[in-house]
């Protein structure tokens, strides 16, 4: 692969990657339940029975959606509380972070919040007008990271009274 295409291919999955999920990706709301993200997402975003707990014992698994943009293999996952969808994670394996933190800057803006701890960099964004939190994980020297896409209302707050 030429690199002039590789470069193609890297920028079209960055786009698809940290595309805005506008209170809703692919067609999904915050509040949805599980049936309804398999129906809207299709086959590929099976509910999961039993779910798992998400890593605040709150919210749980419900489907997980598995596509490749261009080169780059990348998973959904879909955490639901007893008022529906409340966040969808997204990582992929191969993952350009550099160029992920540059577009989700170039969609949201500079961060609101920024912490950098020994082998984990955090960063938070708001989209008032989509009701979303954007939160970027990035881990070790940027290998590999995660953008989760939250409900902005569960968040708000707490990023406000930390902001640094």
Known sequence: ???????????????????????????????QQPSDVERIIGAKAKSIRPSIKDRE???????TYFFVDGSTKSTANFYYDDRGLKSIEITSK???????????TKIYGKHIRHSNQTILHLFIWHDVEQHNRIRLLVIGS???CSTYYERLADYEEIDKSSTN
């Open 57 to 63: 014992g709150v919210g749980k698994l419900g489907n």
């Open 1 to 31: 692969m030429t690199n002039a295409r590789r470069s193609l291919w890297i920028l079209l999955a960055t786009i698809a990657f940290t595309s805005p999920v506008h209170a809703d990706w692919k067609g999904t709301s915050w509040g």
């Open 94 to 104: 191969s993952s350009k972070c550099n160029d992920v933190f540059s577009n989700l």
């Open 142 to 144: 940027g290998s590999q």
